[in-house]
């Protein structure tokens, strides 16, 4: 059978839908999620540079020691039971997103690492893309990293701005186009 | 379950940058999309979104003097994989505008009126079989606020959660034999023919039950085929 064709989600995607506490992995079913807890934000600005507010932001993610709450990972026994390791997020009238989440541990064969996913109204098609952390050790190894021109690669790397916060800016095109997938 | 996620065929799926939709030129990437091999984190996903996000019920037409306004349609859809299991236990939110074409959103300032008894958001599982039901009525047509005449024939909005991050679909559903079809952007971005008459629901031939509504078929597939074991 044929995949089903993709649509934007257009501008009217119900607010109801980004639940308040969405955007917070640290919690799940009223426990807390085992590791360092962090807070990714960033921006998402189009073409011209303007704020897209109301674009829904996705992550999905590995817990602290690296293991997928999914079956197909191996090591899914182990996972962190009070961490899902998937949010939720709205951009504010600046452009502005924010998640509070837990560092990924490196999955095997992987740098630690956040998956991305862009809907709004306008993208006809889901975007997706990683985000890296400034000085994560595997980085370089990484094939999901090695598979963006090197020139690229720093714009997936988020910026420790202090202790525990990563900024993570999203652009949707033009200069300093964030790498996205064709997956 | 494992599965592998197969390039997409494009003549299926919408162009990114759609000739009269203003917003797209600004919006979607110029750099070309970068493929890469899939690993765990893309082939796992979130299958327990359930118990984060509230679900909403698909009853969404009201009853009684709570009802609202228009034809009373009933959906009956089924969501697959590329190998036609169903995907079972999936989230899927569903939102759509009321009988004259109105969105209960910020965003939405047109003239047409509000119904109250309509805010026109459903947020379901799928059962066993890959289904699920949605009470409702059907959606008007609206205006897109471009000055050249686009107006949005009837359509019901669909975001579904499958099995792994890569099954995660945005998608639009329309229905048979609206004149609007032939001219929306939206639905019209799509090359394949067959593709597009996909992505337009079945009116199932009236027979009494529900006597009271119309009921539309309609089948979603998502991303991904079952991996077969290796064979030594």
Redesign the interface.
């Known amino acids: 059978m044929i995949p089903t064709g993709e649509a934007t989600v257009g501008p009217f995607f119900p607010p109801r839908y980004v639940d308040a506490g969405a955007n917070d992995l640290t919690r799940f079913e009223g426990h807390a999620a085992q590791g360092e807890a962090i807070e990714i934000s960033g921006s998402v600005r189009q073409e011209d540079g303007a704020a897209l507010e109301n674009l829904v932001v996705e992550i999905w993610q590995a817990d602290a020691k690296g293991v997928y709450r999914h079956p197909a990972d191996p090591r899914h026994r182990e996972a962190d039971a009070n961490f899902l390791g998937w949010g939720r997020a709205a951009t504010d009238k600046e452009g502005g997103y924010r998640f509070r989440t837990v560092l990924p541990g490196a999955p095997a064969g992987r740098a630690r690492h956040v998956n991305f996913m862009l809907m709004f109204s306008g993208l006809m098609r889901i975007l997706k893309t990683t985000m890296f952390f400034e000085g994560g050790k595997a980085n370089d190894a990484d094939p999901v990293l090695a598979a963006v021109p090197a020139a690229r690669r720093k714009l997936l790397v988020a910026r420790q701005e202090a202790p525990g916060k990563y900024r993570f800016e999203l652009k949707l095109r033009g200069e300093h186009e964030t790498p996205f997938f064709d997956d | 379950?494992?599965?592998v996620?197969p390039p997409?065929?494009e003549r299926?799926?919408?162009?990114?940058i759609?000739p009269g939709?203003p917003?797209?030129?600004?919006?979607?990437?110029?750099?070309?999309?970068?493929?890469?091999?899939?690993?765990?984190?893309?082939?796992?996903?979130?299958?327990?979104?359930a118990?984060?996000?509230?679900l909403l019920g698909g009853d969404i037409a009201g009853r009684g003097d709570q009802q609202a306004i228009g034809q009373l349609i009933h959906l009956k859809l089924r969501v697959?994989?590329?190998?036609?299991a169903p995907v079972g236990g999936a989230v899927v939110?569903v939102?759509q505008?009321n009988g004259a074409g109105r969105?209960?959103?910020?965003?939405?300032d047109d003239h047409a009126p509000v119904d109250k008894h309509f805010?026109?958001?459903a947020?379901v599982l799928t059962d066993e079989s890959g289904s699920f039901e949605l009470r409702t009525v059907k959606p008007g047509a609206y205006p897109v606020p471009t000055k050249d005449g686009w107006w949005r024939p009837p359509h019901v909005?669909f975001?579904l959660f499958g099995k792994?991050?890569?099954q995660?679909?945005?998608?639009?559903m329309y229905f048979p034999g609206e004149p609007l079809n032939a001219q929306d952007r939206?639905l019209n971005?799509?090359p394949d023919a067959q593709?597009?008459e996909?992505?337009i629901a079945r009116l199932r031939p009236p027979a009494g039950d529900p006597y009271d509504a119309l009921v539309f078929e309609h089948?979603?597939?998502?991303?991904g085929r079952r991996a077969t074991p290796a064979q030594p």
Not at chain 2, 12 to 16: D, F, K, L, S, V
Not at chain 2, 103 to 108: A, G, L, R, W
Not at chain 2, 168 to 172: A, K
């Open positions: 379950m494992h599965y996620i997409r065929d299926t799926q919408p162009a990114r759609v939709y917003q797209t030129p600004w919006r979607n990437p110029r750099e070309p999309l970068i493929r890469r091999a899939p690993t765990l984190s893309e082939l796992t996903g979130p299958l327990e979104v118990q984060r996000v509230k697959t994989d590329e190998d036609g939110e939102w505008a969105y209960i959103h910020p965003n939405d805010y026109g958001a947020r909005h975001s792994v991050w890569l995660r679909l945005v998608t639009q939206i971005a799509v593709a597009r996909r992505l089948d979603i597939v998502l991303r």
